[in-house]
């Protein structure tokens, strides 16, 4: 089942002599449960793609569809409550609240629609995400690879329709970016969910379903890994 399709997808910034068009006439559609890596130089339209299938940012023109909805034809309120309720983001800098413990991390997005938490969820979570013993911590309490792994709790909260992981391994070490992106794995086979990640990283984009090489802003190579 489809879950993810861009429709001539275009991103420009500046105008006239400045302008720079980030991403041109974009087409690209991924199915419920692929693990989707995109690759491709910097400055080559990686992130605005991202931003746009996440609803951070709103296309120049072009259509993303996300769950079978039109999400730019939402108002800013409705778009934000998309985000929040389809939308599971992972960054290279985690972004975590400082004051709040692991699992109120993990909870926040639930906790912002004024939603009843399933407990029963969260700590199944807490423990695929080896988090039980850490869950009253605070960040600061926390190691680079136990931060990453509450962003990826925070972003698994609501069951997301899509996972969008951005350089999530870039601020750690071998060890642990094969552990977050094992984690990343599990939870596109484990709870049937889409994960696109854009990564410099070939060894890690060796292990995805499909490899998407952007380049000035277009899609260049599309390839089914293993095919």
Known sequence: MEVVRTIDLCKSYGTGAIKIDA??????????????????????????LLHLLGG???????????????????????????????????????????VLTAEENITLPILLDRKKINTNYIKELLDILGLQQRRHHLPAELSGGQQQRVSIGRALAYKPAIILADEPTGNLD????????????????????TLIIITHDLAIASQADRVITIEDGMIVQDEVMGA
């Open 23 to 48: 991403l041109k006439e974009v087409n690209l559609s991924i199915k419920q449960g692929e693990f989707v890596a995109v690759v491709g130089p910097s400055g080559s339209g990686k992130s605005t």
């Open 56 to 98: 951070v940012d709103r296309p120049s023109a072009g259509k993303v569809v996300i769950d079978g909805m039109d999400i730019y034809q939402l108002n800013e309120k409705e778009l934000a409550i998309f985000r929040r309720r389809k939308v599971g983001f992972v960054f290279q800098f985690y972004n975590l609240i400082p």
């Open 174 to 193: 071998s060890k642990n970016s094969k552990e977050i992106i094992d984690l990343l794995k599990l939870s596109v086979k484990k709870y049937h969910q």
